[in-house]
């Protein structure tokens, strides 16, 4: 699959979401940016150049993959294919939506938590 960019890098930061916005917008002058509401998940979006760094407030569910989990974002060319070869590979994966916004979820052999969307 053909990766366009990283998108963002989320920091799960449950129950000290004040504490960690302050750190990044002060020591490193990070700007907020627009949030979309996601029910049930409360953060900020902060800007880091042409990649986003999102703090996100919620409890994990120590599932993998797990999409509040920390992870990173990347865009990929098409999220269909990306969709279909991920089902060729037999990667497991987890799909929502924010908006139009497709976003698919994987772990790699780590553990660690990868998102895919669509590039805009």
């Avoid at 004040?18 to 049930?40: M, N």
């Amino acid at each position: 699959m053909k990766v366009v960019r990283v998108q963002h890098v989320s920091v799960n930061c449950h129950g000290r979401l004040d504490a960690t916005r302050r750190f990044y917008t002060e020591l490193f002058e990070l700007p907020e940016l627009p949030r979309p509401e996601i029910p049930g998940v409360d953060g900020s979006w902060l800007g880091l150049g042409d990649v986003q760094l999102h703090l996100v407030d919620a409890a994990q569910s120590g599932n993998l993959p797990d999409p509040v989990a920390p992870h990173w974002c990347l865009w990929v060319a098409d999220i269909d294919a990306a969709r279909t070869e991920l089902e060729s590979a037999g990667i497991d994966y987890i799909e929502g939506a924010q908006g139009d916004v497709v976003q698919i979820w994987i772990s790699d052999p780590n553990g660690q938590v990868v998102e895919l969307q669509q590039a805009r």
